[in-house]
């Protein structure tokens, strides 16, 4: 069966360095997410992605964030200058988007800022 | 705003007991998709259940199955014949039908225990 995979499964990194967190969709999905989920809280959106831009950004997708599809397979999450909150889960999600909206998870890229 | 609301942070059942988990959902939308994900300790993200809100039939997956009242905005999920393998975290979600985004907004989980 398909599946969404990220990369690294576990990144550590000091404040202030970049970081950029991979994730290959489901190869038929159109729609693509990024959410995002400090330990013990709930998931929450961070970006949709669609035909090659943004769809919808939340208020934690400041500009220190950004996604880009860089070829037909792969869906990057770049953080500029990470901060000590920026550690969590970083989930990345797919759907078709052809009706049929329920959302294809990853299992989840753990960063630990320092 | 859509907003999505679990009362119980943490829940207990015994093994083969029958167990109802609560989400309430405040939305304008009259068509919208509400889900319930599983999340064990390896912290992967499951799909349970899936009910479109156009269907007035509950869904249902096996052990698992919603109780849908629309009216009421309250999508409830029952796990029947309960197994240690469903101890998890469970978080509903809700989704706008037809956006450009149709982006999950998550409740804040409720912890299942699934006692021996």
């Known amino acids: 069966e398909p599946e969404v995979t990220q990369t690294p499964s576990h990144q550590v990194t000091q404040m202030g360095q970049e970081v950029i967190l991979r994730c290959v969709p489901i190869s038929n999905h159109l729609y693509f997410y990024w959410y995002r989920q400090i330990l013990g809280q709930k998931v929450e959106f961070l970006v949709s992605f669609y035909n090659n831009e943004i769809s919808e950004k939340s208020e934690i997708f400041d500009d220190q964030f950004s996604v880009e599809r860089p070829d037909g397979s792969n869906f990057t999450l770049k953080i500029r200058s990470t901060k000590l909150e920026d550690s969590a889960m970083y989930f990345c999600?797919?759907?078709?988007?052809?009706?049929?909206?329920?959302?294809?998870f990853g299992p989840g890229t753990r960063l630990t800022v320092t | 705003a859509q907003t999505v609301t679990q009362s119980q942070p943490e829940m207990s059942v015994q093994e083969a007991e029958t167990v109802t988990l609560s989400c309430t959902y405040d939305?304008?939308?009259?068509?919208?998709?509400l889900f319930w994900y599983k999340q064990p300790p390896s912290r992967q993200m499951i799909l349970v259940i899936r009910?479109?809100?156009?269907?007035?039939q509950n869904a249902t997956e096996n052990r698992f199955s919603v109780n849908f009242q629309k009216a009421a905005k309250s999508f409830s999920l029952k796990i029947s014949d309960s197994q240690l393998g469903d101890a998890a975290m469970y978080f509903c979600a809700y989704s706008n039908y037809g956006g450009a985004t149709n982006k999950l907004i998550f409740g804040t989980g409720t912890l299942l225990a699934v006692q021996p």
């Open positions: 999600a797919s759907t078709t988007g052809d009706g049929i909206y329920e959302q294809y």
């Open positions: 939305t304008s939308e009259s068509d919208y998709y």
């Open positions: 009910q479109e809100a156009y269907k007035q």
